[in-house]
């Protein structure tokens, strides 16, 4: 999970109701609802909690990018998102913590890397 984040809903899918895109810090990401105990509405802002979901493998790399940034991959919900991996924060367009990447990728930590999520979820 990250902190409570301020985000903007953007739009809602039509044919996949879960699917919901937002405006977190400056970055449009789409995501898939996973609690949503009331009916959201677009254009309104929510406090959210964003989690990654990762593969079971092969999901990190160092980037050669530099800017923190969201690569979102054809229609669905998978994607790359690029940020600095420090001890258990991964800090990306959010902070994400306890995801375990540094456990797995010690070599890693204190790099700018990219991390292939399956997806990324959102409790409102």
Known sequence: M???ENALVVSIGEI???E???LVNGV??????SYCPEKIMV?????VELEMILP?????VTAQETDVMVEM???GFSGFLYGYLDGSVFRSFVEFFDQEIH???????????KVKVDRIDVAF
């Not at 254009?43 to 406090?47: I, T």
């Not at 079971?56 to 990190?60: A, E, L, Q």
């Not at 456990?103 to 890397?113: A, D, I, K, T």
Request: with cysteine; net charge negative; hydrophobic share 40%.
């Open 103 to 113: 456990h797995e990728h010690p070599s890693l930590n204190g790099q700018f890397v």
């Open 73 to 75: 991959l054809g229609d």
């Open 28 to 33: 449009l990401i789409k995501c898939f609802m």
């Open 20 to 22: 919901v895109v937002l």
């Open 16 to 18: 996949v109701e879960e």
């Open 43 to 47: 254009g309104a802002r929510y406090e």
């Open 2 to 4: 990250t902190k409570v």
């Open 56 to 60: 079971d493998s092969s999901f990190v």
